[in-house]
């Protein structure tokens, strides 16, 4: 079982950053890979970025030069600072540890609003 904790949404002005953290515990061993999702009102859930246990990343198009993804292994945290952020970023995002095709684990949500 891994446990995750979100925490770094809030409401921001188009432009502005935020940094959304998502602390693991429990069998962190068996993480593969750590993402980013979010999901906007009458949207579905959509991959934003992802870091593998080996530190490849990747990001959606949409996010691309303006969200990074990194990791404190020590803290065992995943982040994703977002900058230029704008009104379509509206969603709530969601942590996300992947461990097999069968075995995935989601944190419990976090808010972002950005106002334009």
């Known amino acids: 079982q891994v446990q995750l904790v979100e925490s770094g949404g809030g409401l921001v002005q188009a432009g502005e950053s935020l940094r959304l953290s998502c602390a693991a515990s429990?069998?962190?061993?068996?993480?593969?890979?750590m993402g980013w999702y979010r999901q906007a009102p009458g949207n579905e859930r959509e991959l934003v970025a992802v870091i593998t246990s080996g530190g490849t990343t990747n990001y959606v198009d949409s996010v691309k030069g303006r969200f990074t993804i990194s990791r404190d292994n020590a803290k065992n945290t995943v982040y994703v600072q977002m900058n230029s952020l704008k009104s379509e970023d509206t969603a709530v995002y969601y942590c996300?540890?992947?461990?097999?095709?069968?075995?995935?684990?989601w944190g419990q949500g976090t808010q972002v609003t950005v106002s334009s």
């Open positions: 996300n540890a992947y461990v097999s095709d069968f075995e995935d684990y």
């Open positions: 429990g069998n962190i061993l068996s993480i593969k890979a």
